[in-house]
């Protein structure tokens, strides 16, 4: 399953950090605005060594630790560096059970780490992911990637190929029964409203019509992507792989 993460944000709650902690994650919400992620993530990791249950370096960190794993070749790599950023996440929900961050990246963490390690830990982690994705959404209705994330589970559990679905019959769980194209499509189409200039959010908008054959709803989507200027990270790769799909259907 293709969980894919979208724009981060820095945090800007402050409560009971020191002024050195509070400028130290101003400084690391600066370097993420500016493409500069590896270095906004090594600051969010100093605040942890001087206040390791930090809420907004806790869910900035396994964050941006996932993205950072997502953009490696080697399998083996990622898989260790998607089990680091769930275990921050894990801790980060144990501490803050009632913040919608906590439980977006335990969601984004896990849902990497079971693309990676096998069908059957994919198809328990489903449920989970689930779980988390809607008390993410319900804590942080206004966080767009919130609703991308759900666009996409929906649609990849609704669309699951036949050899899923065979492994799934498998495992005691099964996949959730609750997967809807219709939601794919409208918490996709609503992370695009509240955040327009994401090109990620189109292209997994666009794959998903492809995936239900709607063919000129991709197309339509696509072409707009490729048209857009670039202001996050990973903007180019991502409008060129709009390039290739939008090829790919022509």
């Given at each position: 399953m293709t969980l894919i993460i979208f724009l981060i944000s820095a945090g800007t709650l402050f409560v009971g950090a020191t002024d050195e902690i509070k400028?130290?994650?101003e400084r690391a919400g600066e370097k993420v605005e500016q493409m500069k992620e590896g270095e906004a993530l090594e600051i969010y990791k100093e605040v942890l060594e001087k206040d390791p249950?930090?809420?907004e370096a806790l869910w900035n960190t396994s964050l941006l630790t996932t993205r950072k794993y997502y953009r490696m070749s080697d399998e083996d790599v990622q898989?260790?560096?998607y089990k680091e950023a769930l275990e921050i996440a894990e801790k980060t929900v144990e501490l803050y059970p009632d913040k919608g961050h906590?439980?977006?990246v335990f969601a984004v963490a896990k849902g990497r780490y079971a693309d990676l390690v096998g069908t059957r830990f994919m198809i328990e982690a489903s449920h989970k992911i689930r779980e988390s994705t809607k008390k993410a959404?319900?804590?942080i209705p206004e966080y767009a990637p919130v609703w991308h994330l759900y666009g996409v589970w929906h649609s990849d559990i609704a669309n699951a190929n036949r050899a899923e679905r065979a492994a799934a019959r498998l495992v005691s769980v099964g996949l959730p029964d609750d997967a809807d194209n219709e939601k794919a499509e409208e918490y996709l189409k609503k992370a695009i409203e509240m955040m327009p200039e994401?090109?990620?959010f189109r292209v997994d908008l666009a794959k998903h019509y492809i995936d239900i054959d709607e063919e000129s709803k991709a197309i339509e989507v696509l072409k707009e992507a490729v048209s857009m200027e670039?202001?996050?990270m990973d903007d180019d790769a991502k409008k060129e792989e709009?390039?290739?799909?939008?090829?790919?259907?022509?």
């Open positions: 400028k130290m994650l249950e930090n809420y898989i260790e560096g906590s439980h977006y959404a319900e804590l994401s090109i990620l670039v202001t996050m709009a390039k290739e799909l939008l090829e790919g259907l022509k």
